[in-house]
């Protein structure tokens, strides 16, 4: 993933959003591709935030060690961030029709922090995230 | 030679053209769905019930109680699928048995609810259904609206929306 990839528009007219994908805890996850600002290899960053802590996802050390990290570096009006996730990190186009809304009891009592949607694809869900929500909550 | 009419035929005649009056003797009837949890029988009323569904794949999502199982895709939406048994202070049922889901609509919320098994879906008078008991325990109070039997078993009502509503607050 470049990072003129990412400089393009979220969504495009063929009803797809672009995400960056990664992986949290061991779950699929994903980020607008509009927020990323590059992908950088995990040496190159000292102040990093995990992601498992920053979306308050149980701490899985296993899934942490075993896998091997990148850091994604944020876009923030009040200055870049940098996010420390676990590969396969893609950039990917997720069709609008298969982007789901949270379910009301899902949306009461999900204790992730930024956790905006689920999308439903032949690999399963893919937990759609903010981050910058995140930051805030 | 016209024959007047006599005093009878008069009456039977006013009593020919009288509108009876009908009075609706018919008992309001519910509609119950009966499921069984760890081997005790309740119902939800039959308008709380959209569809009884085979066995579905259900997706986790982290972050959630272990009573939210997960998600179910339901002709390309997708719902959130609740254990009911962890609310109701039961073990939970085991999803690779031959457990069903029930998707269920109430307080303005949807949501699947895994039960053990759909016993019977009955229509049952309104007269049938006993007031809940006052030794119902703590927990059980206000989402239980009444008592029936069937085939000799107790079976309690529970009433999805307080359950929704609770579980939304925190119950489970």
């Known amino acids: 993933m470049s990072e003129a990839a990412t400089k393009t528009s979220s969504t495009s007219a063929s009803g797809t959003l672009a995400v960056v994908s990664f992986m949290a805890g061991g779950h699929r996850s994903a980020v607008e591709a509009a927020q990323v600002r590059a992908q950088l290899p995990a040496e190159q960053s000292d102040t990093v935030l995990a992601v498992e802590q920053l979306l308050g996802l149980s701490s899985c050390e296993e899934t942490q060690n075993r896998a091997s990290r990148c ?9 870049d961030y940098a996010v420390a996730v676990s590969e396969p990190v893609e950039l990917r186009s997720i069709e609008i029709n298969a982007i789901y809304p949270l379910p009301s009891l899902m949306i009461a009592r999900s204790t992730l922090a930024g956790l905006r949607g ?19 909550q | 030679m016209e024959q007047e009419q006599s005093d009878l035929d008069k009456v039977l005649s006013l009593r020919r053209n009288a509108t009876a009056e009908i009075v609706n003797v018919d008992e309001p009837i519910v509609k119950l769905v009966i499921f069984e949890l760890d081997g005790e029988w309740f119902a939800f009323p039959g308008e709380a019930i959209a569809e009884i569904m085979p066995a579905t794949e259900v997706y986790f999502v982290p972050g959630c109680p272990p009573s939210l199982e997960g998600v179910i895709n339901v002709r390309g939406d997708i719902e959130s699928v609740i254990r009911i048994a962890e609310l109701l202070g039961k073990p939970a049922a085991d999803p690779a048995s031959t457990s ?21 879906v009955l229509d049952v008078m309104h007269s049938a259904i006993q007031t809940p008991p006052a030794t119902l325990p703590e927990h059980l109070r206000r989402i239980v609206s009444g008592l029936i039997r069937h ?22």
């Open chain 2, 100 to 120: 069903s889901i029930l998707r269920g609509q109430g307080g303005g919320m949807r949501s699947g609810i895994r039960v053990d098994r759909v016993v019977d």
């Open chain 1, 118 to 136: 689920l999308a439903m694809g032949p690999e399963g869900v893919t937990m759609l995230v903010d981050f910058n929500v995140a930051k805030a």
């Open chain 2, 151 to 172: 085939q000799d078993t107790p079976v309690v009502i529970l009433d999805l929306n307080r359950l929704f509503e609770d579980y939304q607050h925190g119950l489970g």
């Open chain 1, 71 to 79: 850091i994604l570096l944020m876009k923030h009006p009040a200055g």
